[in-house]
């Protein structure tokens, strides 16, 4: 499916929004749009309805004395159409003649007579000059009627100020709805998203989809859309008011639309592969900036300020490069489209006025004429609205085609847990794993762990432990074999069913912002305040946490980086206990502790081992002895499994290591 297709769906979830501001601003563009008719007829049959036909008359109402006798405007009834006097502009002249014309043509006065001509006729009448007080007499017959037209004017103002406040609060209102929505789709895509998506996606990247690519889209809802809406239905608007006022004239103005779609087929073609690389570079440098702030210190401490520094430049130079190449795009095709636009359509309208003025029977009025020109000066507003939104549309769609992409990637549905807690029975049967193909990390797996076991998973850095427990979690599934839980195939059941009744303790754990309390219950109600209590009080904690100002309400900021790593240890291991899972995970869980709190925080493993099946990978084999089963593992293998006695007999691999860790402590 098509982005702008995607986009339309979005937009049609609040259809009724958007109706009813569509209809706002329809009415508002009609009001709006009723001016240059209303000066039309201010001009035609007001300022210059005095060349009207006059008409005897009787009745002082609504007429003017001249010469002794009463004229009006309007035709007494049962009376011919033609009029009993006449007056007519000649120069700064006003004449006044008691007779109708036969034509109107080319006017001249001399020595008290009006000669008209038109091709070879030529009509005189006489004719007497009207004093200031005389045409002042005249003309004050249409004050009424102009104030009246003036006032209606005036309401259609207010009336159009009104709705086009509401259409734009409604359409600005429809727009954030829509980004909302989109917003928590995208979010909750990242969520269903596979741990092995984020292996090849830096963090800053995700982040530029879900803030700058979903505001970018915003704008396009928020400004691009509601102003091609708005300039849209003006320009329908003012080309169904030019086709009443004069249709041969209105359709020299229809020249105006072909040049405007292909001048944007041609603005499309360069901007939309101006705008993939720019909003690429932008996701790049959200990377960046973000892989640099988590790492600020190795990059102080080893004096990598000046090459990060050079690497960011290299990204904002092309940035800024893409950015300047859609500056001239946009200075090519904005202002400068419309001005040759507007002038190739005055020239053809002046072209075809001073044709028509030739032509003295078909001559278009003053009126006409001036609500002509308001139109066409309105009709290039809306065209330069359009215009200069082209780039917002395009950086729009190139935002909606990297957000879409992101919630095309197949995900993981979460579904509620659906079975009872299970035992924790774990065995691994055959299990071959990779991460690339054919690249296999783990080759023939086969081990069993008991309802209550302690399992330790020891070898050299690769050696696979990691990914069996990233297997376990089905963070990651299996190539081959097979992987049970109290005789249930993990990959028959879903993630939720399979996680709810495990925890795990990592080597770093991860802090969420919050408080002390927040993170270990992790905003999960069925877990109260006296069970946090008591899981922090169980694992030690209370010992290390208790000089804080605030106890267990204490801030967390992001990452717990205001705690010593010891007291976000025992904050995770609090965690674990209170979740109270069936299987736990211990991921070098003492390596970056000070001996002091790890005699806390083994007593703190002993607390959480009960009663659970646990898995503990560790580098410090003094920490695991006691393990019912010791696993140790080379490039992905098992070659021995056992506990600490039977291992220290056999003199293998886990000898050698336990002999050169005791060895360097003893030197």
């Not at 007519?88 to 008209?116: A, C, M, P």
């Not at 990377?287 to 990059?299: A, K, L, P, R, T």
């Not at 839980?485 to 754990?509: A, F, T, W």
């Not at 922090?536 to 605030?550: P, S, Y």
Request: glycine share 6%; charged share 20%; aromatic share 10%.
């Amino acid at each position: 499916m098509s982005t702008g297709r995607r986009l339309l769906q979005y937009a049609l979830q609040f259809k009724k929004i958007i109706i009813f501001a569509l209809i706002m601003l329809t009415i508002a563009v009609v009001a709006d749009l009723a001016g240059p008719f209303i000066a039309k007829k201010i001009i035609d049959d007001h300022i210059m309805g005095i060349e009207n036909k006059w008409y005897e008359t009787t009745s002082t109402a609504g007429a003017v004395e001249y010469g002794g006798n009463l004229y009006t405007k309007v035709k007494p009834t049962g009376e011919s159409d033609t009029a009993d006097a006449r007056i007519f502009q000649v120069g700064r002249n006003f004449l006044f003649i008691q007779e109708d014309i036969s034509f109107d043509g080319e006017r001249s006065y001399k020595d008290g007579v009006l000669t008209i001509s038109s091709g070879g006729d030529v009509a005189k009448y006489e004719a007497e000059r009207l004093s200031m007080e005389d045409v002042f007499a005249f003309f004050k017959l249409e004050v009424p009627s102009i104030i009246k037209l003036l006032a209606f004017y005036f309401g259609l103002v207010m009336i159009a100020s009104v709705f086009q406040y509401g259409q734009h609060l409604y359409l600005q209102k429809s727009a954030n709805r829509i980004i909302q929505k989109m917003r928590e789709d995208v979010f909750a895509q990242i969520q269903r998203m596979p741990i092995k998506y984020f292996d090849n996606l830096p963090a800053g990247k995700v982040v530029a989809r879900v803030t700058n690519d979903t505001e970018a889209i915003r704008e396009l809802y928020v400004t691009v859309l509601s102003n091609f809406f708005s300039s849209g239905i003006y320009i329908i608007g003012i080309y169904v008011a030019l086709f009443i006022l004069n249709a041969k004239l209105a359709a020299i103005c229809l020249v105006l639309l072909p040049i405007l779609y292909l001048w944007m087929i041609g603005y499309r073609r360069f901007a939309a592969k101006y705008n993939h690389v720019i909003r690429a570079r932008i996701s790049d440098i959200n990377g960046m900036v973000n892989e640099s702030i988590q790492g600020m210190n190795i990059i102080q401490a080893f004096g990598k300020e000046k090459q990060t520094s050079s690497e960011f430049e290299t990204l904002n130079e092309e940035h800024f490069k893409y950015q300047n190449k859609m500056l001239n795009l946009n200075s090519l095709t904005s202002h400068n489209l419309v001005a040759v636009l507007r002038n190739l359509i005055f020239v053809a309208f002046i072209w075809f006025v001073a044709g028509q003025t030739l032509s003295v029977s078909s001559a278009i009025s003053l009126g006409v004429l001036y609500a002509f020109v308001d139109y066409i000066n309105r009709l290039f507003q809306p065209v330069q609205g359009i215009v200069n939104q082209l780039a917002n549309l395009e950086q729009a769609l190139v935002a909606g085609d990297r957000v879409f992409e992101l919630l095309r990637e197949d995900g993981i549905d979460v579904a509620k847990p659906s079975i009872t807690r299970y035992k924790g029975n774990v065995a691994f049967e055959h299990v071959n794993f990779a991460y690339k193909e054919d690249e296999y990390v783990l080759k023939d797996i086969s081990f069993e762990a008991q309802h209550g076991d302690t399992v330790a998973l020891v070898g050299h850095t690769g050696s696979g432990k990691s990914s069996i427990m990233n297997l376990l979690f089905r963070f990651y599934d299996i190539q081959s074999g097979k992987i049970t839980i109290d005789g249930m195939d993990i990959s028959e059941m879903s993630r939720q069913d399979l996680r709810k009744h495990m925890g795990i303790v990592l080597q770093d754990p991860f802090l969420f912002k919050g408080t002390i309390a927040s993170n270990v219950t992790l905003n999960n109600p069925a877990i109260t305040r006296e069970m946090v209590e008591k899981a922090l009080k169980d694992v030690g904690a209370d010992r290390v946490l208790k000089n804080l100002e605030k106890g267990y309400d204490e801030p967390v900021i992001e990452k717990g980086s205001t705690l010593s790593s010891g007291q976000r240890q025992l904050i995770s291991f609090a965690r674990a206990l209170a979740f109270d899972p069936a299987i736990l995970i211990l991921d070098e869980a003492t390596s970056s502790i000070d001996t002091e709190t790890e005699q806390i925080i083994q007593q703190a493993m002993e607390v959480l081992k009960k009663g659970r099946t646990t898995f503990i990978i560790a580098h410090r084999l003094s920490t695991i002895r006691n393990a019912d089963q010791i696993i140790v593992l080379d490039h992905g293998e098992i070659v021995e499994k056992g506990n600490h006695e039977e291992l220290m007999e056999l003199k293998g691999r886990y000898y050698q290591m336990y002999q050169l860790q005791q060895g360097s402590k003893a030197g």
